[in-house]
């Protein structure tokens, strides 16, 4: 399962072992200014947009990117019931949307909420 965690001015993405074979990387490394907004989708399926790209799709696991009408996403989410961290990104971010399944979405997203810029970032 992946862990979030801020790092200075960065939000770090870290993946499992498994998760890191499927995507072909191990971190993903997002300026705190590209933070739009930050949630907890309730059903892992709801974040993923668009098509598949490049990673693994298989029942009870999502892992790598997605191509869709609003951008290019990254997704490590599993179907085990359990809530999903969705960052929604602005511009100097290497994707439009990371969703990812976290030990515990609710505690992450309000911490990324509190570093959260009082004006959005342009898309």
Known sequence: MAR???DGDRVVVRLDLREVWAARRRTIRV?????????VESSWWRP??????RGRWM??????TRYGPAGEDFVAVRADGRPVLVLDLGRGAPFDRIAVS????ERTARELRALLPETPPES
């Open 4 to 6: 979030v965690t801020v």
């Open 48 to 53: 993923l947009r668009g098509e598949a790209g």
């Open 59 to 64: 029942p009870g696991r999502c892992v790598g």
């Open 31 to 39: 300026p705190v200014a590209a933070l739009r907004e930050v949630g």
């Open 102 to 105: 976290v030990p515990d979405p």
